[in-house]
């Protein structure tokens, strides 16, 4: 009777870590869908109220600003995140990639914060397209225009393999007014891998800087403002 009383208590016990083991399987697997979503959604979110902020101040025209709340995902990707061009793009990991993107009717220049959470950013209206930026920064715009010339006078999104894109890095208060702060400054091929890499920091509220592309396809030039962990961009087009 003993032993007969141990098998079944041993056959309980057995099937009980086999249901714990199942329902901890499907736990964990629930929780991290759950988490996946709602990456996905904050990030699906902020795009779509930036793009509603950027139309409104285009209605509105040059001058107009608004302010609008956003929640960013947790994992965005530096290298293949974006606010360039007429493209919004916010590339997050939670596991596995994934890619948000939008396309807008004008040019937008936009700064973008890695850390997730909810964000306060401002839309403004300006004569070269619509600029994005972090309203309770010291350091609100970090935005990137790229050129032909180095006088710095034909702004361009379209090189070939072996021109020089020469890109001016602009770094503003909430009001505009120009201010100085220290950058990482990554340029990556349509790889995504770094091709260049360095720290240095503004004068007079602006970095100037050139490279030669050496292959094909998208390349992104990425200014981070190293004390927020903010960072600005231009996505260019290389044939």
């Given at each position: 009777m003993k032993a007969q009383s141990a098998l079944e208590f041993m056959t309980v016990v057995a099937l009980g870590l086999i249901?714990?083991?199942?329902?901890?399987?499907?736990?964990?697997?629930?929780?991290?869908?759950?988490?996946?979503?709602?990456?996905?959604?904050?990030?699906?979110?902020?795009?779509?109220?930036?793009?509603?902020?950027?139309?409104?101040?285009?209605?509105?025209?040059?001058?107009?600003?608004?302010?609008?709340?956003?929640?960013?995902?947790?994992?965005?990707?530096?290298?293949?995140?974006?606010?360039?061009?007429?493209?919004?793009?916010?590339?997050?990991?939670?596991?596995?990639?994934?890619?948000?993107?939008?396309?807008t009717n004008l040019r937008v220049l936009g700064t973008l914060p890695l850390n997730p959470g909810r964000t306060p950013m401002?839309?403004?209206?300006?004569?070269?397209?619509?600029?994005?930026?972090?309203?309770?920064?010291?350091?609100?715009?970090?935005?990137?225009?790229?050129?032909?010339?180095?006088?710095?006078?034909?702004?361009?999104d379209n090189f070939s393999v072996g021109s020089t894109v020469y890109y001016l890095i602009y770094l503003e208060d909430v009001n505009g007014n120009s201010v100085d702060s220290n950058l990482n400054i990554k340029i990556y091929n349509p790889q995504r891998e770094v091709f260049i890499d360095f720290n240095t920091s503004t004068t007079n509220g602006y970095y100037n800087g050139s490279f030669v592309p050496n292959a094909a396809g998208d390349w992104l030039i990425s200014a981070l403002n190293i004390d927020t962990n903010v960072v600005g961009t231009a996505l260019i087009n290389v044939t």
């Open positions: 249901l714990i083991s199942i329902a901890s399987f499907f736990g964990v697997d629930y929780i991290t869908s759950y988490f996946t979503d709602i990456n996905s959604i904050n990030a699906r979110q902020t795009i779509d109220s930036l793009v509603s902020a950027i139309n409104l101040v285009y209605a509105q025209g040059v001058g107009a600003q608004t302010k609008v709340f956003v929640t960013l995902p947790n994992g965005i990707q530096r290298s293949n995140s974006y606010i360039s061009g007429n493209q919004i793009n916010i590339r997050f990991s939670d596991g596995v990639e994934r890619d948000v993107f939008r396309t401002i839309v403004k209206m300006e004569s070269i397209g619509a600029v994005i930026g972090i309203a309770e920064h010291d350091v609100c715009f970090i935005y990137a225009l790229t050129y032909s010339d180095s006088s710095y006078n034909n702004i361009e």
